[in-house]
């Protein structure tokens, strides 16, 4: 009789606790599927949060701005063996998939739609970002696993995925010249809602696009296409229209090297590569960019790649200026900027793709324009009878070096520059692990190997065995 009562009992208490456990346990005050105002500032907030700090410690040394004197295989070209940072991957396609979601929802629900612009022009910027660094990589089935049931995406080619970034511009600006709706944009913390501003970037991006399509494919329709999308389509043209958003000056929103610890931020130091370029060019900038060694209170860099083993006295050297640590409140997270475009049209003048448009002219603009974003008055001779003053005979690589200067910490982009142009001259890192090359494409991370396996046999294959020395598409240097 015992044995039944407690028999009986265990029965009601499980009863008990499973009637209605959905109910019970679901919490109504809840939302029932993500809001794309969430989402969005999620995307651009979250990416550029993690890809500012990778940009900084990995993106900087690939781009010479900077050194690394401890824990140092990366800028050693160890490019397999991130340590401080070095693996954009994840990063990325974090904000892609968020990204996909928020264009889901924007198709799904019409009182959404506002929303798919902007995500179209995201994709198509993450998806540049992305395959600028490792050349071929998932990109059309990688975000349909929900309703295709693909977990293991193929790898897409580079070409196609840039003829695919250049329809999702097109597209973006169609549908938002289209939008008739009522619902505003929220989230939005780069252009406060504002459309206009979306499609001004996106116009921009398409300019940047099509400057590297028209390597291997140089033709008149890249030309052309160019050409109308800078003087008939509205673009980033001025600092106020950029596509930034700020850092602020202490937590929770600062730039978050200024937050890593002491013992980090002392083993980046100025690059010989630096250190030349400023001062063959008597640039201000220095001083916003870096602080002066303590020991000499020069500016004086170092080699990249050097051997951690050998005496190295930290104070002898530059170090990151105070904007990157103690000033962030002036620091930006740049996505897309008025200087950049400017840059992107003086290229294509001097490389005679716009006929009698004059290189000078957007030269000139841009830099004034690159001197105002980083706040350095810039001297009145230099760009009339200083050394920053605009010669047609080098004027490609006083436009990439102009543009290097600029887009410091702003993630690999003065690698990507630099494979693209040859401009400004790297260095051979000192102690290479590379055997003595330049990488020129970041390495498939080892997850791939694990997760995506036939695939990722092909993508390596592709690349000599995942190699750093295989160039990616429009890398014809």
């Not at 990157?324 to 400017?342: K, Q, V």
Request: aromatic content about 12%; charged content about 20%; overall charge negative.
């Amino acid at each position: 009789m015992k044995n039944t009562i407690r028999l009986l009992s265990i029965l009601f208490l499980f009863t008990a606790c499973t009637k209605d456990f959905e109910a019970i346990n679901t919490n109504e005050n809840a939302p029932s599927e993500v809001q794309p105002e969430l989402l969005l500032r999620q995307v651009l907030y979250g990416y550029g949060d993690a890809m500012s700090y990778e940009g900084f410690v990995a993106g900087n040394l690939l781009s010479q701005h900077f050194s690394m004197i401890d824990f140092n295989l990366f800028d050693r070209h160890a490019l397999s063996s991130p340590q401080e940072g070095g693996n954009p991957w994840p990063i990325l396609y974090t904000a892609l998939r968020d990204n996909e979601t928020i264009l889901e929802l924007s198709r799904q629900n019409p009182a959404q739609a506002v929303y798919e612009g902007p995500a179209l022009v995201m994709k198509a910027y993450l998806a540049m970002t992305l395959t600028d660094m490792y050349g071929d990589v998932p990109f059309s089935e990688a975000f349909s696993g929900r309703s295709t049931g693909v977990t293991k995406p193929a790898y897409d080619r580079q070409e196609n995925i840039y003829s695919t970034i250049d329809d999702l511009l097109t597209d973006a600006v169609f549908v938002m010249n289209g939008y008739q709706g009522a619902q505003s944009l929220s989230g939005d913390i780069l252009f406060n809602g504002d459309l206009q501003g979306w499609k001004k970037f996106a116009n921009s991006l398409r300019l940047k696009a099509l400057m590297k399509m028209s390597g291997p494919i140089d033709n008149d329709v890249i030309r052309d296409a160019f050409i109308f999308t800078a003087f008939t389509d509205p673009i980033i043209d001025e600092n106020a229209e950029n596509a930034t958003f700020d850092f602020t000056g202490g937590p929770p929103n600062s730039f978050p090297f200024a937050t890593a610890r002491v013992g980090i931020f002392n083993v980046f130091l100025m690059s010989e590569t630096a250190e030349e370029i400023f001062a063959a060019l008597n640039d201000p900038r220095v001083a916003t960019l870096y602080r002066p060694s303590s020991a000499s209170g020069d500016f004086s860099g170092i080699i990249n790649g050097i051997d951690a083993t050998n005496a190295i006295v930290p104070d002898n050297f530059a170090r990151p200026g105070t904007v990157f640590r103690e000033n962030t409140g002036d620091l930006e997270f740049n996505f897309m900027t008025a200087w950049e475009t400017n840059f992107l049209i003086a290229e294509a003048a001097q490389r005679g793709f716009v006929g009698t448009i004059s290189a000078k002219e957007y030269y000139d603009l841009a830099v004034q324009q690159a001197f105002d974003y980083w706040n350095t008055s810039m001297p009145d001779d230099y760009l009339t009878t200083g050394p920053g003053a605009y010669n047609p005979v080098n004027g490609l690589e006083q436009i990439i070096t102009q543009k290097w200067i600029a887009n410091i910490g702003n993630a690999y982009e003065g690698w990507a520059e630099w494979r693209r142009t040859g401009f400004p001259a790297l260095k051979p890192a000192d102690a290479s692990l590379n055997a003595g090359l330049y990488p020129v494409r970041m390495p498939y991370p080892s997850d791939e190997q694990a997760l995506n396996f036939e695939n990722y046999q092909a993508a390596a294959a592709a690349t000599d065995g995942n190699s750093v020395n295989v160039p990616v598409w429009w890398d014809l240097e």
